[in-house]
């Protein structure tokens, strides 16, 4: 079959460095789906760069038709089929997150406009950098004549540690916990919502809540572990998230490219437009979605009790506050 062109941006940082072996070797676009590879940096990281390009070949990976090292965004974006945008600014000591936004923007208004000139207008384009959310819709807005349809952000991290604390409380895998929901933005307001997820017990689907038996622990400390994994994992470490990242990338972008199982939905965030949970429209914010024929859609007519309606407001609410600011940068 015909290659397909996937991009990487940040190629030269340490979440890409555990996502490209990834892509490389099928596990995303399949064992029979050839790639053409190519990686975006900043100019200074151009030295970095060629040493990830000499590994990617000394891989000596079947599927990769070839690799293609560049700091041009004319370069990067042309004629694409799927745009990860992992590159962005990092949040500095001391920094606002008025200026992390200024400083994104610029960058996301920039991709934006190369995605719209250069890359094909049927490309899916996942934002991973932070923020996030609004780091998307800034691509969105700045390339409008690709559907908005086609962009969505990364909150499968934070779905797939939602997953995991629950799967480690029961003794279980991950593998028996499905349907999980990652509502709102991909920051420290997001919430982790149980109410519909399942798990799997002697062979038999049980609710997390009634499984658990343990209310205090999935209104508190679960929802609590999961908003700040991040942070507690940067502490540990002192990096970010990487590995865990790549691998939540990974299962977004073949979700979007294979579809979600039967009777399962995963968390992405998505344009709220026409959304049936009272989030207002012109947000990218992360629902439950099913996804086929790489078309997603929310899954609708779930139940929101009171506690889940204030945590997805609050969450809403910072949407609409970083769109606010992050429109000012963008207008200007």
Known sequence: SEPIRVLVTGAAGQIAYSLLYSIGNGSVFGKDQPIILVLLDITPMMGVLDGVLMELQDCALPLLKDVIATDKEEVAFKDLDVAILVGSMPRRDGMERKDLLKANVKIFKSQGAALDKYAKKSVKVVVVGNPANT?????????????????????????????AQIALKLGVTSNDVKNVIIWGNHSSTQYPDVNHAKV?????????YEALKNDSWLKGEFITTVQQRGAAVIKARKLSSAMSAAKAICDHVRDIWFGTPEGEFVSMGVISDGNSYGVPDDLLYSFPVTIKNKT???VEGLPVNDFSREKMDLTAKELAEEKETAFEFLSS
């Open 200 to 208: 799997k017990l002697q062979g038999k689907d049980v609710g997390v």
């Open 135 to 163: 780091n998307c819709l800034t691509a969105s807005k700045s390339a409008p004549s690709i559907p908005k349809e086609n962009f969505s952000c990364l909150t499968r991290l934070d779905h797939n540690r939602a997953k």
């Open 296 to 298: 997603w859609k929310v």
